[in-house]
């Protein structure tokens, strides 16, 4: 079943915002000017942080894969309690346990980077004639694996993801303790 995209932002627009502000994160910490942010909104895109460009390939690969890292360390704490009750206790029914889900959700299904923040690592760092030849074989499988999961979501490889990460984590985690 294909439901449009900005209808999934609507029901996830806690994964929009946190998606957006790791972008602004990663920009302050590589000292990066921001001029404009849009947590959210409900037209195309839904959200966005325009920035100063940045000739440093390492700024811009942070800056890009910085949602990734942000929504999926913040969305893994935030649904590992709920999760482990569930999978331990059978929770199932408890709304506030649900409620944790949903925003945990919602965060884990906006970790991935759009296209745009590949096409950027593209340009900074594969097109790059002054980045050495290893940093681009490091650098390309996650430019690859951008797209997969962006071109993924449309088949829910997003939804996929979250559940990974906030139920398959945790129960490896109550097997390994």
């Not at 946190?18 to 590589?30: D, G, K, P």
Request: aromatic share 12%.
């Amino acid at each position: 079943m294909i439901i449009p995209g900005f209808l999934i932002s609507i029901v996830t627009f806690p994964g929009v915002i946190v998606h957006e502000l790791a972008h602004q994160i990663f920009c302050r910490l590589m000292r990066v000017p921001v001029y404009e942010v849009k947590y959210f909104q409900l037209s195309n895109p839904c959200g966005y942080v325009l920035h100063e460009p940045s000739d440093n390939p390492l700024k811009v690969f942070f800056i890009s894969v910085g949602p990734f890292l942000i929504n999926t360390i913040i969305g893994a704490l935030i649904t590992l309690p709920v999760s482990i009750e569930i999978v331990e206790f059978g929770q199932y029914s408890n709304l506030i346990n649900l409620l944790i889900c949903w925003i945990g959700f919602s965060i884990l299904m906006h970790a991935f980077p759009s296209t745009g923040d590949a096409k950027c690592i593209v340009n900074a760092i594969l097109k790059n004639k002054e980045v050495s030849f290893l940093i681009k074989i490091l650098v390309a499988p996650v430019i690859g694996l951008i797209y997969i999961g962006t071109v993924g979501s449309v088949m829910w490889l997003d939804l996929l993801y979250a559940v990974g990460v906030s139920m398959l984590l945790p129960k490896i985690l109550v097997m390994i303790f």
